[in-house]
């Protein structure tokens, strides 16, 4: 009953309110916090606030801001959160009224509250499709035959298969969707191509002929694995196929095949090693027979060279000569032995003995003979190829 008193005065004294005063604050304010001193903002005694039984009154029943008499401030009484108080009104704002009593007063207090980052975003809930087309990006994998390297695997047929017999089936996957994981097989090399095929959806291989004798033993077939895709990408599988009726028979074909591919892969290093040595060693023999050869002749032209520009020094040994006249050499001669370059082709220098009387036109007093004069020394006369006088 008092309360409903109370509003009918508010309503009556709306239009006579004594003062109004307006104060911001932020949300998430703790307990306790000051707003703002009332007391000081509108101009009241202390006194009056307590003579006057002050009061606070917010029009609903939710109180976020209380009145302490004693110091005439106005606290925090319960934390604001703004977007529960006031959504995404903007501004947000509580209207308060200080009402005193003896006699009635009536005071307007306007509180905004501003907005502080305590909120992550949230995200409204939405559903989107995503659609990831597929590209060709992987090429088909052989399952089966099981491809090997160090052993080779034959499917057995026997020669009396009739025509269509079944001999293997290949089997292969693609990792892609939608089309371009539909396959293809197709036959791309076969030792004799007009007595197999191979089915082009499921991969099959069949005889299209019967076997006869004249069919070799060793059959061979390359099949190719191809996808649907824009390029297209595509897998090689090898299948050995044995013509035979017996296990025995196919086990010595192939492994004799296996032999002679290791035989002839290893003879064919060796051929090849072989062949880079040889020729290795024939080009240093080649070198070094042309560089002996250079170095031969350039060593016998630089002899001739030097040989032809050395001058002739003239040698005389020690005189040999008979003192006590008893011996054979009557008189003392000089001789001087000179090579040449070619040792077979020499000469003689001979010194004619002379006293102190012998009038000589030669001023070297020295005359040089070949071998064929050396014999005539003693006899012939050197007048006929000097002109000089003796006398002795």
């Not at 110091?71 to 959160?81: F, P, S, Y």
Request: glycine share 6%; proline share 4%.
């Amino acid at each position: 009953m008092a309360r409903q008193v109370l509003l009918f005065i508010w309503f009556l004294s709306l239009g006579s309110s004594l003062g109004q005063v307006s104060y911001s604050i932020p949300e998430e304010m703790a307990k306790g916090s000051l707003v703002g001193n009332i007391a000081q903002d509108l101009g009241l005694d202390l006194k009056r606030l307590k003579s006057g039984k002050a009061r606070v009154y917010t029009g609903d029943s939710a109180e976020y801001i209380e009145l302490n008499k004693d110091r005439g401030v106005l606290l925090i009484k319960e934390r604001i959160d703004r977007e529960a108080l006031c959504g995404q009104t903007t501004p947000c704002a509580l209207h308060l009224q200080i009402i005193l009593e003896n006699p009635m007063e009536l005071f307007r207090i306007t509180v905004e509250i501003t907005d502080i980052n305590d909120h992550a975003p949230i995200f409204m809930k939405t559903e989107k499709r995503i659609i990831i087309q597929d590209q060709n990006d992987n090429a088909p994998q052989v399952l089966y035959p099981v491809q090997s390297g160090g052993s080779v695997v034959a499917e057995i047929v026997p020669r009396s298969a009739d025509v269509g017999y079944l001999v293997t089936k290949v089997v292969a996957v693609d990792v892609d969707s939608g089309q371009n994981a539909w396959l293809s097989y197709k036959l791309q090399k076969a030792t004799d191509r007009a007595l197999f095929e191979v089915g082009l959806q499921n991969g099959e291989i069949r005889t299209v002929r019967q076997v006869t004798d004249k069919d070799a033993v060793k059959q061979r077939l390359a099949v190719v694995v191809e996808d649907n895709g824009q390029p297209s990408r595509s897998a090689t599988v090898n299948v050995n196929v044995a013509l035979a009726d017996s296990f025995p028979e196919v086990l010595s074909e192939f492994t004799d095949f296996t032999h002679d591919k290791e035989y002839n892969d290893n003879l064919t290093f060796y051929l090849v090693l072989a062949l880079a040595v040889v020729s290795f060693l024939f080009i240093v023999s080649i070198i070094a027979i042309l560089s002996v050869k250079c170095y031969r002749w350039r060593r016998e032209r630089m002899f001739y060279k030097s040989g032809a520009n050395l001058p002739v020094i003239p040698y005389y040994p020690p005189l040999y000569a008979d003192v006590g006249g008893t011996g054979t050499l009557q008189h003392v001669y000089n001789y001087d032995v000179c090579r040449t370059t070619d040792s077979r082709k020499s000469d003689l220098k001979y010194v004619r003995p002379c006293s102190e009387n012998i009038i000589s036109l030669d001023t070297s007093g020295t005359q040089t003979l070949t071998h064929a004069h050396r014999d005539k020394l003693t006899t012939d006369s050197f007048e006929d190829q000097v002109r000089m006088d003796i006398i002795c």
